[in-house]
């Protein structure tokens, strides 16, 4: 059975930074792809980012571009997140992602196959 675990959330000041990691198990990592999504209270699920399965390519979303970075690493069956200049309005809780589709983007939760169960990002003014 798959299983997604996030950790490294918290609270940080804006500005600040935080690397977000998950850790996959029961599948074979490195044929899926992996993304991160927030939801915030009230809104709706939103992609962040997904990277390649051999980690040479990463799709973000405008909102981050420049101050998110994913990478993963194969051989520990992990993705990372590490966000800079965290902003008030990065403040969500943060799920990652597993998808067996492999053409075209990938920014729509129904197009992935597993889910954590989240981690909290709070971003203080």
């Known amino acids: 059975q798959a299983q997604l675990v996030e950790s490294g959330g918290g609270l940080v000041q804006a500005g600040g930074s935080l690397r977000l990691s998950c850790a996959a198990s029961?599948?074979?990592?490195?044929?899926?792809?992996m993304g991160w999504f927030r939801q915030a209270p009230g809104k709706e699920r939103e992609f962040v980012a997904y990277?390649?399965?051999?980690?040479?390519?990463?799709y973000y979303v405008a909102s981050v571009k420049g101050r998110f970075t994913i990478s993963r690493d194969n051989a520990k069956n992990t993705v990372f997140l590490q966000m800079n200049s965290l902003k008030p309005e990065d403040t969500a809780v943060y799920y990652c992602a597993a998808t067996s589709r492999l053409g075209g983007n990938t920014p729509k939760p129904d197009e992935y196959n597993y889910w954590g169960q989240g981690t909290q990002v709070t971003v203080s003014s």
């Open positions: 990277i390649s399965r051999s980690g040479g390519y990463g």
């Open positions: 029961g599948l074979a990592f490195s044929t899926y792809r």
